[in-house]
């Protein structure tokens, strides 16, 4: 009798282990889904989700619930882009102000490629775009690339040359940098390492990689890939990792780690997985999303060839490529439809171009080493009141998502929650002091308590790229 209740106690956990597993790898549709084809999203810094109408100049804002949960969230309509620009594979970012910056477009409203140079800022506080003119003599941006740097500067690349920018935030002017690029940007993306230098890929030039150093406005050689990533002149997204590796997949459906040298050295690069051959066809990533998960492994949607059909999602978790359940439009997407961010909840929040935004979930849970640390913080808040908060590991171990040169949303700036009643309030952060990734050093920035939270005692975190800091208390009066 032991024996038996043994056996079945243990086949009841294993049982439970696996549903959770199960609901941990499962995509959830949003409640209220959009009544518009949801295109590139960012995340804002009072925790909701701006969502571009596809090829259009229409935006909308994801709100959560009183809980914060995106699934239940509801749907606002923002200012539209200034009249003219309509883009579709485009530089984009968050900047350490709060602002949202979106350059060029390989598309202008409509389906002839346009490469066009016109850009904007837009103003969450007061819902409003301004119209931002492209550095000078650059008549096209196209589906540019861009990376915020760890002062806080925009940096932006040119699609159709080997040119990139640096952008003034008080004068909106810019400056050429960038000396030294061996070939073109075209088709290629940016990943922001933890010593401030920035890693590409080439293409045109593969399987050369780069490394831009912001200290000296120089790229200089990062080494050669084992193996060639590139294919139909296109690649896929490179992910930096909490053990400080990046994660490269390629078009050709091979991937590759980097493992970034220190004081000087170039760095080594070793093979990764190989994606698999499907009913014949290689999968691989000839453009398309990847975002980095709470665990530390890496999702990524594929599919075979140039642009075809169906996608198929796979998790990178340090050594496998393991493949993950579909979305319920995956048979008829291609990965290039696809974009990933992640939400200050872990999850990823994924569009397609469709009505159908989706929910995952990963596997795990964070390393608590890789959580932000309060250092200081206010005991006491009020509402419509600006608070500083400091700490490290607000920025995160990595920009944790992207795409390459049609589409960036990366997430390591901190965001600051409060919970109070049972509800959960995002406070609007602005002022980063720095947007280094995997950084020990301390890094504070400003927080505005909304008007409508209601007096308590509650408690603060800080999340950045979706794990959340230990609490601390907080009381609003």
């Given at each position: 009798?032991?024996?038996?209740?043994?056996?079945?106690?243990?086949?009841?956990?294993?049982?439970?282990?696996?549903?959770?597993?199960?609901?941990?790898?499962?995509?959830?549709p949003l409640t209220n889904q959009?009544?518009?084809?949801?295109?590139?999203?960012?995340?804002?810094?009072?925790?909701?989700?701006?969502?571009?109408?596809?090829?259009?100049?229409?935006?909308?804002?994801?709100?959560?619930?009183?809980?914060?949960?995106?699934?239940?969230?509801?749907?606002?309509?923002?200012?539209?882009?200034?009249?003219?620009?309509?883009?579709?594979?485009?530089?984009?970012?968050?900047?350490?102000?709060?602002?949202?910056?979106?350059?060029?477009?390989?598309?202008?409203?409509?389906?002839?490629?346009?490469?066009?140079?016109?850009?904007?800022?837009?103003?969450?506080?007061?819902?409003?775009?301004?119209?931002?003119?492209?550095?000078?003599?650059?008549?096209?941006?196209?589906?540019?690339?861009?990376?915020?740097?760890?002062?806080?500067?925009?940096?932006?690349?040119?699609?159709?040359?080997?040119?990139?920018?640096?952008?003034?935030?008080?004068?909106?002017?810019?400056?050429?940098?960038?000396?030294?690029?061996?070939?073109?940007?075209?088709?290629?993306?940016?990943?922001?390492?933890?010593?401030?230098?920035?890693?590409?890929?080439?293409?045109?030039?593969?399987?050369?990689?780069?490394?831009?150093?912001?200290?000296?406005?120089?790229?200089?050689?990062?080494?050669?890939?084992?193996?060639?990533?590139?294919?139909?002149?296109?690649?896929?997204?490179?992910?930096?990792?909490?053990?400080?590796?990046?994660?490269?997949?390629?078009?050709?459906?091979?991937?590759?780690?980097?493992t970034p040298g220190t004081g000087?050295?170039?760095?080594?690069?070793?093979?990764?997985?190989?994606?698999?051959?499907?009913?014949?066809?290689?999968?691989?990533?000839?453009?398309?999303?990847?975002?980095?998960?709470?665990?530390?492994?890496?999702?990524?949607?594929?599919?075979?060839?140039?642009?075809?059909?169906?996608?198929?999602?796979?998790?990178?978790?340090?050594?496998?490529?393991?493949?993950?359940?579909?979305?319920?439009?995956?048979?008829?997407?291609?990965?290039?439809?696809?974009?990933?961010?992640?939400?200050?909840?872990?999850?990823?929040?994924?569009?397609?171009?469709?009505?159908?935004?989706?929910?995952?979930?990963?596997?795990?849970?964070?390393?608590?080493?890789?959580?932000?640390?309060?250092?200081?913080?206010?005991?006491?808040?009020?509402?419509?009141?600006?608070?500083?908060?400091?700490?490290?590991?607000?920025?995160?171990?990595?920009?944790?998502?992207?795409?390459?040169?049609?589409?960036?949303?990366?997430?390591?700036?901190?965001?600051?929650?409060?919970?109070?009643?049972?509800?959960?309030?995002?406070?609007?952060?602005?002022?980063?002091?720095?947007?280094?990734?995997?950084?020990?050093?301390?890094?504070?920035?400003?927080?505005?308590?909304?008007?409508?939270?209601?007096?308590?005692?509650?408690?603060?975190?800080?999340?950045?790229?979706?794990?959340?800091?230990?609490?601390?208390?907080?009381?609003?009066?």
């Amino acid at each position: 009798m032991w024996y038996t209740q043994k056996l079945m106690q243990k086949l009841l956990l294993t049982l439970v282990a696996l549903a959770g597993l199960a609901h941990a790898q499962t995509w959830q549709p949003l409640t209220n889904q959009p009544s518009f084809g949801a295109g590139t999203s960012l995340l804002l810094t009072d925790g909701t989700v701006m969502v571009q109408e596809g090829n259009a100049r229409v935006w909308w804002k994801l709100t959560p619930d009183s809980t914060g949960d995106y699934a239940n969230g509801t749907w606002s309509k923002l200012a539209p882009l200034p009249s003219g620009y309509s883009p579709l594979y485009y530089a984009s970012a968050v900047l350490p102000n709060g602002q949202v910056v979106v350059n060029g477009g390989e598309y202008n409203g409509g389906s002839k490629p346009v490469e066009t140079n016109l850009g904007a800022i837009y103003n969450p506080v007061t819902n409003k775009w301004k119209s931002l003119a492209a550095p000078s003599g650059w008549s096209q941006i196209g589906d540019g690339q861009s990376v915020v740097l760890p002062d806080g500067s925009y940096m932006l690349g040119n699609c159709c040359t080997s040119k990139q920018a640096i952008l003034d935030f008080s004068t909106l002017k810019w400056t050429i940098t960038g000396a030294g690029k061996a070939d073109a940007n075209s088709e290629e993306g940016w990943t922001l390492l933890p010593d401030g230098t920035v890693l590409t890929v080439d293409v045109s030039d593969e399987p050369n990689t780069e490394r831009y150093d912001p200290a000296t406005g120089t790229w200089s050689s990062a080494g050669k890939t084992p193996v060639n990533l590139e294919d139909f002149s296109e690649m896929g997204p490179a992910i930096l990792r909490p053990d400080g590796t990046v994660f490269a997949t390629g078009a050709s459906g091979k991937t590759a780690i980097y493992t970034p040298g220190t004081g000087g050295a170039v760095g080594v690069w070793t093979s990764g997985p190989d994606f698999p051959v499907i009913g014949g066809k290689q999968v691989d990533i000839a453009d398309g999303p990847g975002a980095l998960l709470p665990n530390g492994d890496v999702l990524v949607a594929a599919s075979p060839g140039a642009y075809n059909t169906p996608m198929t999602f796979y998790e990178f978790d340090g050594v496998n490529l393991n493949s993950v359940p579909g979305t319920p439009n995956a048979s008829r997407d291609s990965s290039y439809y696809g974009r990933m961010l992640v939400l200050p909840t872990g999850q990823i929040f994924f569009t397609d171009g469709s009505k159908d935004v989706e929910l995952f979930t990963g596997p795990g849970v964070p390393n608590p080493a890789w959580a932000p640390v309060i250092a200081t913080a206010p005991a006491t808040v009020a509402p419509g009141k600006t608070y500083k908060i400091s700490g490290v590991g607000f920025n995160g171990m990595s920009q944790a998502s992207a795409y390459g040169d049609d589409a960036q949303s990366a997430t390591n700036y901190p965001l600051v929650r409060i919970a109070i009643g049972g509800n959960v309030y995002y406070c609007r952060t602005s002022g980063h002091s720095s947007m280094a990734v995997a950084s020990p050093a301390t890094v504070s920035t400003n927080f505005e308590v909304p008007s409508g939270i209601p007096a308590g005692g509650g408690e603060l975190v800080v999340v950045a790229n979706g794990i959340a800091s230990t609490p601390v208390a907080v009381t609003v009066n």
